[in-house]
């Protein structure tokens, strides 16, 4: 190599290595949820403890891995939540519980907090990662939102991929919705035509049916995203969708505000469109996100009858991770790299 060429090579070597550096230094966050519900210690063995610390811990290091070299919050948030969608451990994808019919109905969106985009797919039974396929919705249709078999049509076209529904069974969900199945004084009335008012209350069972997975993210170029993944509620019934796959009830982000995903009982998270409500307690009040997030989950869900948590971070980092649950799945990283993984109250 001739001197000049070497010299020009060591200044573009040496820029680009305090570009990296420049970048580094910029913050970031990642949140994660598993789900809440009733998550007790003492129901717990140390293998499952240690399990869903592992799983948790996967996620937030995928999500790590693409916010320190300055990628989007928007990959990191898919990547997170495909690697949750992937474990049996999580309602979601793989780990999905059933409905009341024995099928396994999923629902997922991402919001990209820089240009207020959302895709949504719902009621989805044979996509592999369900927030794939949102994603898609978002970047590669005019739509926001897509159910059944359209949006697995859609997902085909794009060159997803697509699962037989048998690869969503795990034995520990059957038994789940056979244990519900079996409490349920609607599920045989309902199968014969009778209208009960009961199913109108409980549309699926809120103990066993924790483990929804959502991410939310801000990268170093100051953009926020979030995303959430779900199976519903055990025992849901006749095309039942919740909050998850719904804009600004179960998903929400805005660069000027917050990024937020929930999990819960998902009526009461409609009902008071609890994401986009954070983001505009933060805009149109200028709360900051813990007492946003704390008046939702801590006075408006449970006074309506509901439970659940969320997690939250801020345009400038900020996290929130409230529940009024027994437990949440839960856990961050920022850009020192040490995760925090928590799953009861502390
Ligand atoms: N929010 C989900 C739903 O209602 C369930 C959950 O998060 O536990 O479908």
């Known amino acids: 190599m001739k001197p000049f060429s070497a010299i020009i090579l060591l200044l573009f070597m040496m820029a680009t290595a305090q570009a990296q550096q420049a970048a580094s230094s910029k913050k970031f966050t990642l949140v994660i949820h598993g789900g809440a519900g009733t998550i007790l210690k003492k129901n717990m063995t140390p293998e499952k403890e240690q399990a869903y610390q592992l799983a948790l811990n996967n996620a937030l290091q995928a999500g790590y891995t693409i916010l320190t070299k300055g990628g989007t919050a928007l990959d990191a948030v898919e990547a997170a939540v495909r690697l949750m969608e992937d474990s049996p451990l999580f309602n979601a994808g793989k780990g999905a519980v059933f409905t009341n019919e024995g099928k396994n109905e999923l629902d997922a969106s991402i ?103 959502g991410a939310v993210a801000l990268d170093q170029h100051g953009n926020l995203a979030a995303a959430t993944s779900t199976g519903g509620m055990t025992n849901k019934k006749f095309g039942r969708i919740g909050d998850a796959p719904i804009i600004g009830a179960g998903t929400y982000a805005n660069n000027a505000t917050c990024a937020v995903s929930c999990t819960g009982w998902g009526e009461f ?70 995760a925090v993984v928590q799953i009861y109250k502390e």
């Open 269 to 338: 998270f409609i009902r008071l469109s609890v994401a986009k409500t954070v983001s505009d307690l933060i805009e149109y009040k200028g709360l900051s996100v813990q007492a946003a997030t704390n008046d939702l989950i801590h006075k408006k869900v449970p006074a309506l009858g509901g439970d659940g948590g969320l997690i939250a971070v801020d345009k400038s980092g900020n996290v929130a991770m409230p529940f009024n649950t027994e437990g949440m799945y839960r856990g961050y990283i920022k850009q020192d790299g040490k």
């Open 111 to 213: 919001m990209d907090g820089k240009n207020l985009g959302a895709g949504a797919v719902a009621s989805v039974t044979t996509i592999r990662n369900p927030i794939t396929a949102a994603r898609a919705v978002m970047e590669k249709s005019q739509h926001v939102m897509m159910v059944g078999s359209g949006a697995e049509k859609f997902a085909q076209q794009q060159g997803l991929e697509l699962v037989d529904p048998s690869y969503f069974y795990t034995e520990e969900r059957w038994q789940g919705l056979l244990k519900v199945r079996a409490q349920d004084p609607d599920s045989v009335a309902l199968d014969h035509g009778n209208k009960s008012t009961s199913m109108l209350k409980q549309p699926g069972n809120r103990d066993d049916k924790y483990g929804t997975v």
